[in-house]
């Protein structure tokens, strides 16, 4: 049944309807990751290398086995399966044995009675480290004789795009070299799960992320179990923005909990959260830009180089969709892009939001706002002038066939009105209440300046590349009370704060013309509903 063949069910899409999630939230009662729970379970806790690139001699666990309330200390040899997982490639060891790659790697895991006994366990390991050069800056990872982060080199990819004649002549050039940095996600809630044993030997985890199946897909071989032995149940996500796609605590947590036959917390304090997840990758962006007097693109040439840390993670979707996105939304008839992801000795960085768009976007705008003062065109007109639509064609060759409303979206925001140019008329409002604010609101806004920027960025849907970022669902269809027909959606997407538990509700009403809808939380017994985000 669907809205073509019956009445349209209330609180359909398209409708303000209460989150599922929000009086629970706001009452202070929703359970997040860092609130999970289980009679008779042990704390675990993480020992981690202060060094960017270290030899590992050997590590002495005699202290920490035999500290008060600990039931387990375990290094890299206690993995039971693969030793390393990854995101898109499989080089992050679970544990650390021969080297330290960045400062913060794992090398030991402990599980103890509480938190505190855990981490003084922690801090009985005795480490005898080889301190070894880093390689901190991403473009000293391209020079001859600087030292591998990883045996077969520092280039994690390159990527090169030719478009038309990237030789061809304009009458106008602009030029610029544009640095981005590293930036964290900093999602209110860090990261936990609660891995609890089962009796059919398998393990069952209970942890805030953003993939249920890619996680079960790297965690089952690291544990040396079937996927169906290892059942993965949403915990409440207290934000994610990327941070949450790749694997944490997850193995770790399995691995005591497997190894111990108790149920196994672990949660991360501010400070090993930033250890212990990706970040936005840092960039170095040359740009040259050239046009014709009238304003018109006639070729942009780009090299981009980013920073992908130790390990790979998602780092080569990044630079893919860098170098893909690096001409901007707008027609460019030729076009030569260079980009390069490197590994260094720096934390690994991943998915955050708009990974790989956004620090193509900061330069080519840039370049943009260049290129209208040389031309003394409008920034705006210029970016009308050049706009891509339906059937334009990107430098990679791909034709864009759907729809492309970059004119009509530049246009409807330049009619927004703007701030006031008034200066007293500013003066007369309180600071905080101005854009922007005041930062920590520690004065009165006497050295903020203020001003008026326009950008437009744009990127790919899903997950890059052509990836099948496919998602499915379970829907089940009853006679409740009354006999009145009820509907039941089970759905592995992560509700990460976006409302994706609201929104399938309202899908299923919309569809099946049925208001009483009940949804389960998200697990793997269904199919794989991709990345949330």
Known sequence: MSRRTAERARLGVGESVRRIDGVPKVKGSFAYGSDLWHEDMLWGHTLRSPHAHARIRSIDVAEAVASPGVHAVLLAGD??????????????????????????????????????LARRAVARIAVDYEVLPAVTDMEAALEPGAPHVQELGNVLRHVRIVHGDPDAEAVVWVEGYYETGMQDQAPLGPEAGLAIPA??????????????HVDRQQIAPCLGLPEHKVRLYLAGVGGAFGAREDVHMQIHACMLALYTGRPVKMSYGREESFYGHVHRHPSRIWMRHGATRDGKLVTVRARLLVDGGAYASSSSAVIGNASTFACGPYEVPNALIE????????????????????????????????????LAIDPV?????????????????????GSAPVREVIERCATIPMPSEDPDGDRRRDPISL???????????????RGVGFAVGYKNIAYSEGFDDSSEARVTLSRGAGGRPVAEVHCAAAEVGQGV???????????????????????????????SS
């Open 435 to 449: 854009p922007g604010g005041v930062a920590g609101n520690v004065g009165r806004g006497e050295s903020i300046r």
């Open 381 to 401: 007109e210029l970016r009308v002038m050049n706009a891509m639509s339906t059937g334009s064609i990107m430098p990679t060759g791909q034709v864009v066939k």
């Open 339 to 374: 980009g390069t992801c490197v590994y260094t000795n720096n934390p690994p960085c991943g998915a955050m939001r708009g990974f790989g768009a956004v620090q193509a976007c900061f330069a080519y705008e840039a370049q943009m706002d260049k290129l209208a003062k040389a």
């Open 199 to 212: 009796e059919d030997g398998g393990v069952d985890l209970h942890v805030s992320t953003q993939w249920l």
């Open 501 to 531: 538990h609201t929104i399938l509700g309202q899908i299923a009403r919309e569809e099946l013309g049925v208001e009483d809808v009940i949804v389960h939380p998200s697990d793997t017994f269904v199919g794989s509903a991709g990345s």
């Open 79 to 116: 993995v039971p399966g693969k030793k390393t997982y990854g995101l898109e490639f499989a080089d992050q060891p679970v544990l650390a044995w021969d080297r330290a790659r960045y400062q913060g790697e794992p090398l030991a895991i402990v599980a103890a009675e509480d938190p505190e």
